[in-house]
């Protein structure tokens, strides 16, 4: 058994995308394509718009933000509910007061139908 140290002061920021204020902590990566990573954003952080080369997970686990598709409607997400982003899917997210989320990011992630939900608004 071994402890996984989750600290930001080991985080690398991230500078791709025209981000401000967001750093991430690699955590583990697996066969497959699967990367899990912690990612923080400052107050005002954001990772701009670019397509996902995998499925994504955005969990939140401190703290609150938003999620954006293609059109830039940013969506709220907190802990308890996290933002799904499809693989090729063009994306950004951010936070306006910090967050601290878990980021999963798999080949073909298939997320339980019954816990995805659209956005308001959003058809």
């Not at 071994?2 to 955590?27: K, N, P, Q």
């Not at 397509?51 to 609150?64: D, H």
């Not at 992630?109 to 019954?114: F, K, R, T």
Request: net charge negative.
């Amino acid at each position: 058994m071994r402890i996984v140290r989750l600290d930001i002061a080991s985080a690398t920021s991230i500078e791709a995308f025209g981000s401000v204020g967001a750093a991430s902590i690699r955590v583990a990566d697996g066969n497959g394509e699967a990367h899990v990573y912690v990612v923080r954003f400052e107050p005002g952080g954001i990772i701009g718009p670019h397509v996902a080369g995998f499925g994504q997970l955005l969990i939140p686990t401190m703290g609150s933000g938003w999620v954006a598709g293609e059109d830039g409607v940013r969506v709220s997400v907190s802990p308890g509910a996290g933002g799904f982003i499809a693989k090729g899917e063009t994306h950004s997210k951010g936070s306006e007061v910090g967050m601290t989320a878990l980021m999963i990011q798999v080949s073909d992630l298939a997320p339980d139908g019954e816990r995805l939900t659209r956005p308001p608004g959003s058809g």
